[in-house]
């Protein structure tokens, strides 16, 4: 079956302790993406990467980081988290990141609280 | 930048009744994409139904159908016979045109609720 698997969840952590929520996808997908979402804000990206080894800023990177080592595989970390990085995280990912008319394909979120 | 309105936080419709979401957006493209999403409590972002600019015809699946008036900037939701399952938190989501990066602008949501 066609996914995008993200783990954790669920996760409460405290400040300052380095987390990563894992996404990983099986449909040979080039473009992957972190979103988060906040109430009353909508969806807002994080990171996102057209390739791998291949990655970039979005409108929400600060206190993020992001790698790409392999095409199924866009870890977000957060190296020193605070409580204004409690939100649900959402991976997601297309074929290419420049092809026309192709759908994102979304993980089922990560509920993440920061202590 | 791109921007997405969604100017009603919340609706509510009658079960098997007709409903209409709201969405504005604004850009100096003229190729671009438009989506809307539906989020059920499940938190899963599911994708409802998907509208390319240069299409004048307007997308149409099953009971959703979109009015996309392009001069007007404006891409609203049809939901036609509602049922309980509709309810949701629906976003509006555009994106730029081939040939760009595929980052999707999201409204902040309109959350329907179906009465029976």
């Known amino acids: 079956e066609a996914q995008v698997t993200q783990n954790p969840r669920y996760l409460i952590t405290v400040t300052g302790k380095k987390l990563t929520v894992t996404c990983s996808q099986n449909?040979?997908?080039?473009?992957m993406s972190w979103y988060r979402q906040d109430p009353g804000l909508g969806l807002r990206q994080i990171y996102y990467?057209?390739?791998?080894?291949?990655?970039d800023k979005g409108d929400v990177p600060e206190g993020y980081k992001v790698s790409r080592k392999e095409k199924r595989n866009f870890p977000l970390i957060l190296e020193s988290p605070s409580p204004n990085q409690t939100s649900l995280y959402f991976c997601?990912?297309?074929?290419?990141?420049?092809?026309?008319?192709?759908?994102?394909?979304f993980g089922d979120g990560t509920r993440l609280s920061i202590l | 930048a791109q921007t997405v309105t969604q100017s009603q936080p919340e609706m509510s419709v009658q079960e098997a009744e007709t409903v209409t979401l709201s969405c504005t957006y604004d850009?100096?493209?003229?190729?671009?994409?438009l989506f809307w999403y539906k989020q059920p409590p499940s938190r899963q972002m599911i994708l409802v139904i998907r509208?390319?600019?240069?299409?004048?015809q307007n997308a149409t699946e099953n009971r959703f159908s979109v009015n996309f008036q392009k001069a007007a900037k404006s891409f609203s939701l049809k939901i036609s016979d509602s049922q309980l399952g509709d309810a949701a938190m629906y976003f509006c989501?555009?994106?730029?045109?081939?040939?760009?990066?595929?980052?999707?602008?999201f409204g902040t949501g309109t959350r329907l609720q179906v009465t029976l």
């Open positions: 509208q390319e600019a240069y299409k004048q």
């Open positions: 997601a990912s297309s074929l290419s990141g420049r092809g026309r008319n192709q759908p994102q394909h």
């Open positions: 990467s057209m390739n791998v080894e291949v990655t």
């Open positions: 449909m040979n997908h080039e473009y």
């Open positions: 850009t100096s493209e003229s190729d671009y994409y």
């Open positions: 989501a555009y994106r730029r045109g081939p040939g760009t990066a595929s980052k999707l602008t």
